[in-house]
């Protein structure tokens, strides 16, 4: 039988999902959340992106970790995801094309923080598109899955908020927790999605993000999962893959 999905390695950074062929494909970097890049999500939805036409790459930037440990998410690079970007453009299968962005949760972060970032000091190479589920509306702080427990257990730590996620060329004071995101300064396509009943990352993130792209005269596409969690159920996790779908094949 012949694979209708294959693996071709980007030198470097690491292994992508597309079809069999020359190409060129449209392209997607996926970023994944708190529970790393070793948890295997990213490269599942790779998978299915893949199976529908496009080149995917899960990027991998959450900071050590292992296939028991989801790694921490401190002091991370967003300028890495620039030359991530750049590498799959000039990366054979997708041969200069356009390439979009999909992040959820922490990863959604990462995508609407790198991308206004570039759009803020006009970087050639910004993504086509930006797709982002349960996104946060400001800088969240930094992650560390080692101290991530549940309540009573002894090695539970509150979340220190102070703690920095993220850095940009090599510095971190203009990215502080609670500073919103100007994802606003982006002029291209946004697709924004999120459960209402999300007991991690609250909706009402998304909802003044929608509110405050609208009043800087944006028109991002959104969706509301009436009644869903930070997981989607089988049944929303349907429906939202095909306004994914729909959204990358229309810009991408």
Known sequence: MELRIVRRRIP???TSYGPPGAGPFPAIMLLHGSEGAWSGWSHRNAMLLAAHGFLAFPFAYSQGGNAWNAGSIIDTPLDR???VLAALRGFPASAGGPVGLYGVSRGAEYALLMTSLMAREGLPGQPEAVAVHSPPD???GGFDSRHFRDAGDPG???WDGAMRAWTWRGRSDHLLPTTP???EAYEGPLMLSHGTRDQMWSVAMTRRLEARLRGHGRTPRVHYYEGEDHVLGSEAEN???GYLLDFLAEHL
């Open 239 to 241: 429906r939202h893959h």
């Open 138 to 140: 400001v800088i969240c």
């Open 181 to 183: 995101i100007d994802i």
């Open 156 to 158: 539970w730590r509150a």
């Open 81 to 83: 995801g620039v030359d």
């Open 12 to 14: 470097e950074w690491g």
